[in-house]
C-alpha cells in the first residue's frame, strides 16, 4: 500500500506562482503513471495534469501554457509548478498514482486564489 503525502498548496494573489510537491512512499515508483487532479467546492474532481513514463505531459485545456507537471524517479515525488494562478484555479489538489489496479491518492492540498 502507498502513502502520498502532498504539500505546498495555500493562498497566493491571482497572477502568482505555487509549486505542489508530492512524496510517494511506494517501491517501483518509477512504473506508476502520476497525475494532479483538483476539485473545487460542489464541483467534481478533474484531471489537471498527467505524466505517464515515455510520454510527453498531459494537460487539462485551462491550464495549458501555465502548469508544469514534473517527476523524480530517485526521490519518488511528483511536482506541480503552477504559473499565471486564476481565481478558478482555486481547489484541494490531488496527487495521484495508477498502475495496473494499484490506484492511489493523496490527501489533498488547499490552493486559494484571492487578492
Known amino acids: 500500500h502507498a502513502q502520498l503525502v502532498e504539500s505546498g498548496g495555500g493562498l497566493v494573489q491571482p497572477g502568482g506562482s505555487l509549486r505542489l510537491s508530492c512524496a510517494a512512499s511506494i517501491n517501483i515508483f518509477a512504473l506508476y503513471e502520476v497525475g494532479w487532479y483538483r476539485q473545487a467546492p460542489g464541483e467534481q474532481r478533474e484531471l489537471v495534469a498527467l505524466?505517464?513514463?515515455?510520454?510527453?505531459?498531459n494537460y487539462a485545456d485551462s491550464v495549458k501554457g501555465r502548469f508544469t507537471i514534473s517527476r523524480d524517479n530517485v526521490k519518488r515525488m511528483v511536482s506541480l509548478q503552477m504559473n499565471s494562478l486564476k481565481p478558478e484555479d482555486a481547489a484541494v489538489y490531488y496527487c495521484?498514482?495508477?498502475?495496473?489496479?494499484?490506484?492511489?491518492w493523496g490527501q489533498g492540498t488547499q490552493v486559494t486564489v484571492s487578492s
Open positions: 495521484n498514482l495508477r498502475w495496473g489496479l494499484d490506484n492511489y
Open positions: 505524466l505517464t513514463n515515455g510520454n510527453s505531459p
